[in-house]
């Protein structure tokens, strides 16, 4: 190692197997058995060291879709179906926001995501640019969508020149800050909105982050609007392809999720959420995969769920498939745990990154971003691992966090963490006092 920002990790294990891994410039150089790597040599020239101290090295979470801002409207609006919830609880302080809120609101997601083993999130809210700041400040990724609305009191053109001001500004921020085209959802931006968005990502480059089929009256409102499914009304804008993420899905039928699995495009279910507010239903999991279409998890905002513990949420996803379809085998915990870390939707996992080597995360050549469970913990104690990561453990079960071969967390300790809780706690205070 030589020449660069160097991580060296020791005493990890991985598959049962005592194991070392350096990085160099943020991307795993080697990762085996420590007699091999010769760790000792290693140290001399290695700017940052981790002793894994018999912990379990993990592919770390992605989470796929939330509002990270949100964590200051935790236990806001608790009790409340979702268009009430939204009407009623969070727009109207949503009102009163200002930057130095989304930035506090946004270092605590972030805080709570890196001790819970989460390196990376799909993210739309208001303020964008301090949701930018706050992801560069903690160390983490994120792709950041300034949400798209429709205005009920100005011009669509002015509303415009805004969302593209903020997609410039956040053009300027570092490698690990990537910006979306978000358009909240179809019952809050109308057809015309949608071609600009889908015209506006097509000349950017951008993904489009989106909410979809969430609840069964959005559904019906969309048949009575347009007589076509929410997923069809998408793409015959235009707007269904492999830059795409839907998130939710709940109301999403069979031809809809094979059309989605055509386009190539991704559906983000966000299971607590979901059952926190009362949607009716679950994402239909056994037909998406049936139809081979691309699937993220996320959390959704700390203000619907409320945790952005994405480890914890993965067990809720994987037990409220198998009560839906009444089927024991509806989801297999491989395929649980892969969904949770990115790996069943290329745009998803990557975070706005190029292409990342097919196959192991935890290999040469792919980013340095990985976890270190605490081997101590009760929960991973006995049985399989993947098995005790889908059913048993939360996020507490997360050692150390790295991201881009940077520790974030080591030992359960972050840096900062007492003054992003008080600070995070006076906005919140502000905002309903």
């Not at 952005?308 to 409220?320: G, Q, R």
């Not at 024991?328 to 892969?338: G, K, Q, S, V």
Request: net charge negative; charged share 20%; with cysteine.
């Amino acid at each position: 190692m030589s020449g660069g920002r160097e991580l060296l990790l020791t005493n990890a294990v991985l598959d049962g197997e005592r194991v070392a891994l350096t990085a160099e410039n943020g991307v795993i150089t080697a990762i085996g058995p420590e007699t091999d790597l010769d760790p000792s040599a290693a140290a001399d020239v290695a700017a940052e060291t981790l002793d894994a101290a018999g912990g379990i090295l993990s592919p770390p979470l992605v989470n796929g879709h939330t509002h990270a801002a949100m964590t200051l409207f935790r236990g806001h609006g608790d009790d409340l179906p979702l268009m009430r919830w939204l009407q009623e609880a969070i727009w109207p302080v949503e009102a009163k926001l200002d930057a130095e809120d989304v930035y506090w609101g946004t270092r605590l997601a972030c805080l709570e995501m890196i001790r819970s083993g989460t390196i990376g999130f799909w993210d739309m809210y208001w303020q964008p640019a301090s949701t930018a700041r706050a992801v560069e400040d903690a160390g983490l990724r994120a792709v950041i969508g300034p949400p798209l609305f429709d205005p009920p009191d100005r011009p669509l053109e002015e509303r415009n020149r805004e969302l593209e001001a903020q997609l410039d500004e956040l053009a300027g921020f570092g490698e690990q800050v990537h910006a979306a085209v978000a358009p909240h959802a179809i019952y809050t931006v109308g057809t015309a909105s949608l071609e600009y968005a889908v015209c506006l990502a097509a000349e950017r480059d951008l993904p489009i982050h989106i909410h979809l089929s969430e609840t069964e009256g959005e559904l019906n409102d969309c048949l009575d609007a347009h007589s076509k499914r929410p997923a069809v009304y998408l793409d015959d804008l235009g707007m269904l392809g492999p830059n795409t993420t839907l998130a939710h899905g709940v109301w999403l039928n069979r031809e809809e999720l094979e059309l989605i699995a055509d386009r190539g495009a991704t559906v983000t279910t966000n299971p607590v959420a979901n059952q926190k507010l009362a949607v009716g239903g679950a994402f239909p999991y056994p037909e998406a995969a049936r139809a081979g279409a691309s699937i993220a998890l996320g959390t959704d905002g700390a203000g619907s769920n409320n945790s952005l513990d994405l480890l914890a949420d993965l067990k809720s996803f994987a037990l409220i498939q198998r009560h839906a379809a009444a089927d024991a085998e509806a989801i297999p915990i491989e395929e649980a745990f892969a969904i949770a870390t990115g790996h069943r939707s290329d745009l998803i996992g990557r975070l706005g990154r190029p292409a990342l080597p097919a196959g192991d995360p935890l290999t040469v050549g792919a980013p340095a971003d990985f976890i270190v469970l605490d081997p101590a913990t009760p929960e991973l104690g006995v049985g399989d691992i993947t098995s005790n990561l889908v059913y048993s453990a939360n996020g507490n079960a997360v050692k150390d966090t790295v991201v881009d071969g940077r520790i974030l967390m080591r030992d359960r300790v972050v840096e900062g963490h007492d003054e992003i809780l008080a600070r995070s706690a006076e906005r919140a205070s502000r905002l309903f006092s």
